[in-house]
């Protein structure tokens, strides 16, 4: 066991890792940030996305200590100073962008990765950008609505027939 | 009236919040005192008998505290199958037991024969390693095939199965010699074979289960992921391990997803439960993504032949099928029920068809369990009618619009008997048929095609008009028809001495929104503001009794048992008002949230009200208890009967195979709808589900029964950039006539009415294109089949 | 996965001393390596992280001449500043994986393991590129060794990689549905000198020059001078996601679309 120090969501925390420890372990259970989850086993499904050094990785697919020293983002610090819910995640209740809530997570930060490079992107840019994330629930529809009403787009229009 | 979040309202969903922001509570979030962690040796053999197993050296590695076998579950009881089927000859249903941990042998890969606790996971899989080198496991040859295990009797299962079949079955029975008789004597029938893809449900949190055990009082606690924690209780006590009900709390926090693979009780469940209390300690056990595939109950999985007999303008005369269905190497809980009373008493479909006649045989092999999975039997069924339905207009040259409207049940003829069984109470399928042709403007379609031939693809249009039998179930009927439960559901309206409310509801959400919706119905019907309710589910020690989620019952069942505590709420609140305005409680009128005399103006809140019984004084206790709180039992009169038609654009890219939906219209009708947004959501997921069955998902063994597709590396689970916006209407609704809320139930349309519109549309595709030898392709249509299809022109 | 030492040097000569441990591997993205070694399908005893070597990471060139790509560079920072030496390069680096896995994953990582089905082996082949390690230069065409195979010795770190700049190139690829890797992808690289097409994921033997339509393209740089052109079926991958017949039918249309976007 090796000490391993990181700056989560501006806050710097540290704990124990072995060298097989993988960075999402290390956040829930050494840090207790259980908002990052685990998904799959093999870097497919997106649940375990967050930031390091201000890029999306899978922290499934990174060990502890090769995060040493970074600045770790994860859904747990997506809020508002004020606490209320950011722009991405406002978005995605006010579309109900998620269901069952396991993916969201990792949709989230994907979103806030993808805005970052790219603030008004398309529909196509949007749905190739979350190549990475799988939901199960939502049939993706108003994931992506949620993206491009994140990024002020309107999204009146998109796949709604309202019923009288 | 709250018209912002009442009944109809789309409220923004309250459990939202805590999933945004990383503050959902799922199992493997909980992180308890003196924690140990269980990990479980899996068979890498399809099918093989178990030898010795030598624990010494495994118990002698670091961390590990115990060692389970199958041995040590021997003589407990079997994890048994819900339902008795008869087969034609009226005999049982063969039931082999489900161990705990297999013993004696093991029967598909990942069929987990023993486990390792110990004081870190990975110890704990690093023991395992040890105990699966330990272990001595003689190779037997696999069954894989259906046709295959049906013919050989002397590779069995199940060593006391001969044939390797579960049951024979018939349905109707007696509708057979006539429905031989009508298609021997038809104009046209059309004849297809086809295979229902078997399918992984991929709830995208895995299974994960703690067991907690309590020596001072000798109660249990298992928390795990499960869509109905009362039906996990109930199982474990009087079924597998014999723990008084009173003694077992089973707990179902945040779950994500389920599909009706977290309706079963599965073995791990109860070997924390053991493990817990031999070590005294919280066992915990998370699965990991490839035990997913391996061990989760699987879906589909039909082998079938249909025939189709129609006069020449396709005027129905008859419907018959023969189905292979799997079950895989144990009954999982519904696993008899899904491919029988949920398959052959929709195939009459939305059609007035005299005659049909369902034969099925379901088949052990040497797989992964197959049960219910979101749709459960009624996709089969309506993948097998929509397609042949369409061969048969392609082959008699008719219009695939017109001979489903020349077929439709007319709203003229409801309370409508179908010969499979089934009583429709109301529904108008040509309404929803026209509404899906204006969403799609099918009129416009020949020059969307002519579009797309522009840019090198083939166009096609693909329609299904499904129906389906959902909020399950009337316990009476299921009674009669084998079922070994009730299917009711319970709630309990607790109105607090401040006025805000607690629903202690027996339907799960694990991602339906119930939180939200619940409050909607609740606070509509008692004038209060939704936000002073609170729905409290997933907890056997919080809530009356409940069956739980899956079915699209919640609603349709649950909610209707909450509709009816409120009504005993309101009555008794009726009869405090009555004594505390000095009137007669057939003068007292409740609306808005106020009791009044009718024709004064005296009237009480109903804060006022629910105050007073918690602090009631001068209470005639003869004739009024204390107190404002009821529980209603509510068991359906009949199924409901959502209805709809589906249509769907796909391109087909004739070079690769590669096809993409490119559009996809739903007009469906689910009653009265509570909560727009949340139907918009449910119909949108179970399209996006039933798009990945039709052109991406495949569980495919190999011939040893190796699962080939373990990983999302091989098996294609739909993405963002695989489906398209989605359109979707319920304007068209007829309420459902038996239960007090009007509603049907939405969560599994999509995903049984849209795989027979994808295919229907890539066949069309094709043909267009010139393929015209191509009348079906097996799902999933991947780019591959698809080319190779065109090959062999 | 089994435990193992970690360790991330800061030099490259720190590296190969570590590297000569027993057991040791080095671990650059880890976007293959960490899920394998999930699987318990790989076990080193230390594990040395290449992604603290500043001197391993970058893009540098000569505009028309040549672009060399340090090993450790994400393919997220290959898309972003490659595209100014070598537009079809970037574009292939940004169409690797998803997002999250191109902020990790790297091209020296990529080529050491030799996925059958990774992008980069064939714009490394298809360019002639050179790769350079602590101990020698090793030619595009001599690297490759066969499915997971390389010529790379014990011990022996890509440090980095430099592409000559064809006249006009491109690179297309059809996606294997679940895993998202190349199902076939073809890149094309069209030089003064003639032109080179590599493939990736159809082929047991891992990435290969299709020197058919190397000579047909050498003479007529188009797609339809392609037509009815394939590669033997014979060796090619057979799976759950297409045949050695259909693998081989992709090959001559992904090299068709490449040739028609390189223009």
Redesign the interface.
Known sequence: MSKVTITVNGREMSGEA???T?LVSFL??AL????????????????C?VHVDG????SC???A??A?GAEVT???G??DADGS?GVI?QA???H?G????????GM?M?TA??LKDNPTPS??E????????????????????AVMAASGQDVSG??????? | MPKDGGIGASPKRREDIRFLTGEGVYTDDIQLQGQCFAYFVRSTVAHGTIGTIDTAATEAMPGVLAVFTGEDFKDVGGNPAGWLINSRDGTPMREPKRPVLAHGKVRHVGDAYAAVIAETYAQAKDAAEQLAADSEIEDLPAIVDMAAAVANADNRVHDEIPDNLCFDWGWVEDNRAAVDEAIKNAPHVTTLELVNNRLVPNAMEPRASIGEYFPGTGDYKLTTTSQNPHLHRLLISAFVMGIPENKLTVVAPDVGGGFGSKIYHYGEEALVLAAAKKLKRPVRWTAERSESFLTDAHGRDHVTKIELACEEDGTFIAFRTETLANVGAYLSNFATATPTFLHGTLMAGPYKVPNVYVNLKTVFTNTAPVDAYRGAGRPEATYSLERVIDKMCRELELDPFEVRRKNFITPDMFPYTTPVGLVYDTGDYNATLDKAMEMADVDGFEDRRAESAARGKLRGMGLSTWIEACGIAPSNLVGVLGSRVGLYDAATVRVNATGNISVMTGAHSHGQGHETVFPQIVAEKLGIDPASVEIVHGDTSKIPFGMGSYGSRSLAVAGSAMNNAVDKIIAKGKKIAAHMLEASEDDITFEDGNFAVAGTDKSLSFGEVAFSAYVPHNYPLETLEPGLEETSFYDPGNFTYPAGAYLCEVEVCPETGKVDVVAFYCADDFGNVMNPLIVEGQVHGGVGQGIGQALCEQTTYDADGQLLSASYMDYAMPRADDVPFYQVDYSCNTPCTHNPLGVKGCGEAGAIGSPPAVINAVVDALNSGGFTHITHIDMPVTPSRVWTAMQAQ | MYNFDFVRPSTLAEAVIALAGDEAQPLAGGQTLLPSMKQRLNMPGTLVSLTGIADLKGVSGEAGASVTIGAATTHAQVAAEAGAFYPALADLAARIGDPAVRNRGTIGGSLANNDPSACYPAAVLASGATITTNKREIAADDFFDGMFATVLEEGEIITSVTFPIPQAAAYAKFLQPASRFALTGAFVARFEGGVRVAITGASEGGVFRWSDAESVLSNSFSGDALAGKLPAAEGMISDLHGSAAYRAHLCGVMTRRAVAAAG
């Open positions: 072995e060298g097989r993988l829930r259970e207790g940030l259980t908002g990052t989850h685990v998904g799959c086993d093999t870097s497919q499904c997106g649940a996305v890029k999306a990785v899978k697919t990174m060990l200590m090769e040493e994860t859904v747990e997506m809020a819910l995640q995605f209740q006010d109900h998620l269901q069952c809530g396991f993916c969201t997570p989230v994907s990765a993808l529909e196509a949007i749905r190739a950008y979350l190549d990475g994330n799988i939901c199960r629930c939502t049939g993706y529809h108003n994931i992506v609505r998109l796949g709604v027939v309202a019923a009288e």
